[in-house]
Every structure is written in structure tokens, then in C-alpha cells.
């Protein structure tokens, strides 16, 4: 039997695969050569995914509390709660929790029912919390949502500067491009990170910006390039927007040593043809979306974009955020990239034939779970993902589910922190058993194929989500009979964004065959030099943003946190890997050896964190990578796999006012020896 191609469950790199299956649930997994996104290359994560193909702890079937029941007496009950909810409290007491996760065929329907058919805006999704502040930065600076870069700009850079970005270890296969280009073209790297990360220590400079100290190095590094003539005064007469007095505003304090703010100045000016990739340690914090926009007004001024080996490379966490982006899975969106005005919601309701399209935005992440502990929500469906253990003030959170009279979690894992507030679980497919589309961070659209037969009576979301549609009697609006309908609705769809002059358009999709589907290559909508004739905003010139650096105020000792190299997320997938949990096999909290000695917790003691949300124990690891008065602890532990080590209990809930998106770095704590 030949190998299947398909896509990674894990990363923003969106790696093809080639899978050979070997048996009823095993696979051999090697990297698809084909695949531009990796040409074969695999991490550790990508290669173990054949340990994590077996049944233990599925949910298998449809649940009510611990009853296993059948799919129609689930279906009728999800439907006849949220029709009663609609119908004592109007559709905004409705709301979904969706994730980058789901395909984007999943997605699209989730996002068509809630926001066209019940009409509630109340659909978000996790990806809030990993990359909706360089979307805002988009949309302010291009008029869209579009990442105006590809992996094979890595390849051809000679600088490439990564903001807030542990890439060897969270987007291994992009890392390893940068490596290749720095042994093959001496390709210059440059990391700005709080932490000595792994990847910090391998650049030829690091820069140790305090946390949420970003725009002020940017706009303190635009400006020493301006005083060196290094701006491309041109690119901006005829293709930006520059606001008045814009460069004479900008600051030259940075907080940096000066000695290495020199070395990174000369290497910006030396290297013109500049990558700078940005996540979620730029993402993740109160003034994310100035940080995004700090970053590409560097390269708007100076011209590093829109050409080979240059461009604001912003690089998400999920498998499928982008999809998720671009079918309107974030709550302030509707689909295909379009906004709330009145001509935009007339065009998505003509399209969808919409009874009910919802008013205006609806609530993100954060204030939907603080509308849900208020009990203005009282019905919430949660996909593909674990709340209860990865959004901030975790604790919260969990009081919030508590409190909800009607919670439906559609996972493939029986027993999640969240599934244990359900009072409905629905069995979803997982990798390897669904069928559908994905988009990385490059905008390469690429198959998840399916490898194994449905287990037990788990279904695809789409098809649950189309069957709920069904019984609250939008039958005829959601009778896809296959993943290809969904996606050639969603292509034609993109005529909308195309017709106003947006980059998104897939409409050459729009009526392709079943057999088309199946056998599609990867694509890059809007190709690699997607701004070419120009951008999406209304006169088609980029725009300049003036960003203030942060003020907030400084703690003694703050939190930042992330990923391990092997694990994700929640653990629910790479938990069950023995390969994987090799690497780290519990949560450490790393501390600087002077804060270390300070406080009185030993390496490999243990410790409590706490902060006003809550706290955890966890065992330290005393790291000269941390700054003193700064700690990191990783995101991913659970009650199920770990005693304490709940990042997400101690993490605070602050957002960014543009995009909504939490602050994971940066909480206020403090430490005491336990
Ligand atoms: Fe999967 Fe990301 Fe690793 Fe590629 S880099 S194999 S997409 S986890």
C-alpha cells in the first residue's frame, strides 16, 4: 500500500508527512519530501506520531454525564438545551470555544452555525491565546490578515532576527531551515528573548529584552537604522502610509546594553534582506499588537518586505490557526477575513442565506469565560480543546465552567480537565482519522487525511456540528455530505474578501471535484509575493503605526512561560508517547541562580509559586539562562499528568486592549521556599 500524505497534528511549521500504515492502528511515519513547509525534514514530535495512534483513553461514544448513550439522544439533547437557552435568553447567552485544532472545514461550519444561524458572536477560539495580537497588527498595517512571508525566505535571508521565539524547540523544521541557510549561506542570527533559550544560546547575538520591553527596542532600533541612512525612503513615499511627525517620535531608550544594541544595529544595517520571526513571546503579552506592529514598521520603513529573503514572519503555534483566521473562527471576525460593517455582514448574509446574523463581534476569549462565570452565558460548547487547563486564571476558569448549566466538550480523549464540567461529551475524530485542510503559517493550504477507520462511534466536528444544525432545523444550510462540500462552499466564499480587494481567494476551488479534493498538493493562497500589487487596505499603501513602548509597572519577580521541545499543549496526544515524555518528565520552575539563593530554594527542591489568581508547587531548576527577577515554567501540565506544576493556575488574565489576547509573560508572583 503506498504512503498516505498528509500534514502534522502540532505546529505552525505544518509539516507534510508520508504514512505508511502497518497495521489496524500503527503507522510508519517519515517526512514528505514534497511538502514545501519541511521537504522531508520531521522533529522529534512529528516522528513520534505513531506512538499516539492507539485507543487508550478515547471517548468512544456519546455521553450524557457518565451515561453512554446513543448519537440521537446526544444530538437531541445539545440541540434541545441550546434551543431553550436561545429561547429564555436570547442567542448571546449561547457561546462556542473552539480551537486550532479542528480543520478548517470544521471550523467554517462551527463558525456559519453560531455566527449565521443561531447568531451569536460568542465563537472564539484558542488561538486567541497564541496569535490574535499579530493578527490586529496585520489588519492595522496591510488591511489584512496576511502573513507576507514563506519558509523559503529562511532559506534566502542573510539576517534573520527572532522576537520572543524558542524556534529549535518549538518550531523545530522551521529552525532547522535557519540552521541550513546559516551553514550554507553564513545566514546572521539574531535572538531577542527574556530567557537564554536553547535557541538563544545557539545565535551569533542574543539580546535580553525585558519582558514586554519589545517596542521600545524596535522603535529605539528604527531609529538608530534612520540615523545611519538606513531607511528605504522610496518604499515609503510610494507604497506606506507614515503617520505626521512619525520617525521624530521615535525614541532611542531601550533598555538594552549598549554594546550589544551596537553589535545588533550593525548587523541590521550589514544585512538588508531581514526575516524577522515573531510568536508567541511577542504575542502573548498586554501590548502585543504594538509589538506586532513595532516589528513591521521596521520593515516597512526600511523596505524588507515584499521581496525574497525579507519580511515580518509572524509564526503560529497551532496546526490550523490560520485556518481557523481565515474562516472567522475569532469572535471579533466573520468569515473569510471580512469585519462587522454593514456592507460586510450584508454580503456573508446574502451568501449564507443567514437568518440570524449575529449583531456585531462577539466576546473573546477572556470575557467569555468571565461572561460565563457571571451567568450571562449559559451554554457553551467547547471543541477540541482543554480549557480548564491552558487559558489564564485557570482557576477561574474552572469556577466558570462549574457554574455553567450547559456545557457540551466534543474531544477525542474520554477523561480532559474540561470534559469534567460536561454534561454533554461528544466522541470527535482525532489525527489520522479525519479528513480535511489545514493552513501553516506560511499560508500553505495542505490535506489531513485519514489513515484509520472511525473508532467506536466517533464522528467528525463538522458532521456533529452539521447534525445539531439539523435538529435546531437548518437542515438544508448544513447538508454537506463530505469534507470537499464544506470546502468548496468556504472557497467560493472567498469571492467576497476577493471582491473587496483582499488577498484571500480561493475561488478557483470553489467547484472542484470530490476526486480533486482528494488528491490536492499543497498551495499557498495569494503566492509568495501575495502584496505585490499592492496591499489590502482601501488605497493599497501599507500603513505605519505609531506604537508607544510599554509602561506598565515593574515587578520584583515575574512568570513567563512556554513550551517543552516534546510535548503539547495539554499533553492529551504527546502524553501518550514514551519517546517523547523522555525528555522532560515533570513541569520545572526555572529560577536565577541569585533569585535562586534569595529566596532559599535549591535546585531540585521544591517550591510554591503563587500570584493573586492562585498557586502551584513546583520543583526548581536553578538556570543562568534566567534574568534575575524572572522565572519561566511551562505551559502544558494537568492535573491528570502532574501534582502541581498548574502554570495556568498562577498566570494572570490581563489582555491586550487592541486583540483581546492574554498576557501569558509577565505575571506578577512570588516565590516561597515549600
Ligand atoms: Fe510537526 Fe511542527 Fe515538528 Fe513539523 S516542526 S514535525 S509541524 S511539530
Known sequence: MPAIRTTCAYCGVGCGIAAQVT???????????????????????????GETVGLEGRLLHPMIGDRQVSWNAALDEVAGRM?????????????????????????????????GFVGTGNIDTNSRLCMASAVAAHNRAFGEDVVPCSYADLDCADLVILVGSNTAWCHPVAWQRIEAAREKCGTKLVVIDPRRTETAAMADLHIPVSPDGDVALFNALLDAVAKRGGLDAQFMRDQCDVPDGFLQALSGDHGIDPELFARLVDLVIEHPRTVTLFSQGANQSVCGTDKGNAIINFHLATGRINRPGAGPFSITGQPNAMG????????????????????EREAVADFWQAPNLCAGPGLKAVDLYRALHAGRIKFLWVMATNPAVSMPDAGFVREALARCPNVIVSDVIADTDTGSFADVRLPALAWGEKDGTVTNSERTISRQRALFAA?????????????????????????????????REYAAMTRLPAQAGKALDLTPWADCSDVDYDTMAPFQWGGRDVFKDGFSTPNGRGRLIAVKPWTGNRHGLVLNTGRYRDQWHTMTRTGLSASLSKHRREPLLEVSPGDAERIGVPDGGFARLRSAQGESIFRVAVSDGQSQGELFAPMHFTDQNAGGGRTGLVVHAATDPVSGQPGFKNSAVELVPY
Open 23 to 49: 497495521g489496524e492502528r500503527s503507522v510508519t511515519i517519515k517526512g514528505d519530501k514534497r511538502h514545501p513547509a519541511n521537504h522531508g525534514r520531521l522533529c522529534s514530535k512529528g516522528t513520534y506520531l
Open 83 to 115: 434551543r431553550a437557552v436561545i429561547a429564555e435568553h436570547g442567542p448571546e447567552a449561547v457561546a462556542f470555544y473552539v480551537s486550532g485544532q479542528l480543520l478548517t472545514e470544521d471550523y467554517y461550519v462551527a463558525n456559519k452555525l453560531a455566527k
Open 324 to 343: 481557523g483566521r481565515e474562516v472567522g473562527g475569532l469572535a471579533n471576525m466573520l468569515a473569510c477575513h471580512l469585519g462587522f460593517s454593514e456592507a
Open 455 to 487: 473508532p467506536g462511534e466517533a464522528r467528525a466536528d463538522w458532521q456533529i456540528i452539521c447534525d445539531v444544525a439539523g435538529r435546531l432545523g437548518y437542515g438544508s444550510d448544513f447538508g454537506f455530505q463530505n469534507p470537499a462540500a464544506v470546502f
